[in-house]
């Protein structure tokens, strides 16, 4: 009964270090997510993923990639980390157009 | 492109005040809407949801119309509780597939003793 895992739930990486977000779901789903959520911001949409094998760009793409390797796997990379990065990141999954189900998050700080 | 706009917060109320937050949304089809709450520390959690013009959802004490003539699922509450104290998203999910959620802004509840 896991749902949406996220891992790890907390980092603190240097500027220009790398680093992968793992996400995983356990609900078949084709559909997964990236989010940001920042103070005042509310959730912004970094890519996104229809089915295994694909990604496309959200509203904040830029400095980030993604991978769907496998259908329960949405992978998101930081290439080179920069303070503005610093944020709680989110995953989710879903159905066509039904709920989404969300991971616990991952706080992220960049120095 | 699809959008949601709800009112800003934070929003302070007393315990067993009726509560109001209102979303409007624009689609370029007809959308699935939802509200998520988020509990300090926590992901977010659907609330409640609808999927087509006048289905009410509702769950917890709260509901919300889906009023497609007035593109709007405004939630309400009529006795809220220190407990219901979170962070409120409107979202919607639009047709034809491959359109990702979109979410407003979130509006933060505080209530009071």
């Known amino acids: 009964n896991a749902g949406v895992t996220q891992t790890p739930k907390f980092r603190v990486l240097k500027t220009g270090q790398s680093m992968t977000l793992l996400c995983a779901q356990d609900m078949n789903h084709e559909y997964m997510y990236w989010y940001r959520q920042d103070p005042g911001m509310g959730l912004r949409l970094i890519h996104y993923?229809?089915?295994?094998?694909?990604?496309a760009k959200g509203e904040v793409p830029d400095g980030y990639n993604v991978s769907r390797l496998k259908k329960q796997n949405f992978l998101l990379g930081l290439e080179s980390a920069a303070p503005s990065q610093t944020s709680v990141y989110f995953c989710?999954?879903?159905?066509?157009?039904?709920?989404?189900?969300f991971g616990q998050g991952t706080r992220l700080t960049v120095v | 492109g699809d959008s949601v706009t709800q009112m800003e917060g934070p929003v302070t109320l007393s315990e067993e005040a009726f509560l109001t937050i209102n979303c409007t949304y624009t689609a370029t089809g007809y959308p699935s809407l939802f509200w998520y709450v988020q509990y300090p520390g926590e992901g977010l959690q659907l609330l409640l949801k609808a999927t087509k013009a006048d289905d009410k959802g509702s769950n917890k004490g709260f509901e919300a119309t889906y009023r497609k003539e007035t593109t709007s699922f405004h939630l309400e509450k009529g006795s809220v509780q220190v407990s219901d104290s979170a962070v409120y998203f409107c979202a919607l999910s639009d047709r034809p597939g491959n359109t990702p959620l979109v979410f407003g802004k979130g509006t933060r509840l505080s209530v009071i003793a």
């Open positions: 993923s229809v089915g295994e094998g694909t990604t």
């Open positions: 989710a999954s879903s159905y066509e157009r039904d709920r989404a189900f």
